[in-house]
């Protein structure tokens, strides 16, 4: 799904390894025809979807282009079938987390309102994603046992000055 998102119109999409050119590799890579076949064709049909059409297959690696014309390509579904939580699978904070930190772009701020017993676990999460983060008490006082963490999305690179270890600012 990320290749969909980032990929503009005219870009390529390489693929190298299984399952591309499985039918003279099928031994080697110790799989079934019928497996790598079926992986290879529901590639395909993904890859559809994402309007991208095949350009080439040459030995293990395999191109496709996205569609520059945008009418060519299958209609979106207005619900997405990909859920990250619901009632029966329960969602892991940190799996949320790391996808806010996907989406969002640096120096983009959130605002998390919880029991500080969950906040103080979020900024520890979120200092060890490189995020600033302040907590701040709630508006009726500091005895109330909600509080608002504000956290906002650094802009880094990695070099020699960088550390594996960012302190967060403000109180906490």
Known sequence: MEVDRVLRPGGYWVLSGPPINWKANYQAWQRTKEDLEAEQKKIEEIAELFCLEKYAEIREIAIWRKRINADSCPGRQDEPSVK???SVNDCKMKDI???MDRILRPE????FHDDVDALVKIKKMTGGMRWNSMLIDHED???VPK???V???QYWVAGEKNTTMVASSGAS
């Open 108 to 111: 983009g701020t959130v605002l």
């Open 151 to 153: 956290a906002v999305k």
């Open 141 to 143: 006082g500091p005895l």
């Open 84 to 86: 990250i939580c619901d």
């Open 97 to 99: 987390l790391l996808e």
């Open 147 to 149: 509080k608002i963490l």
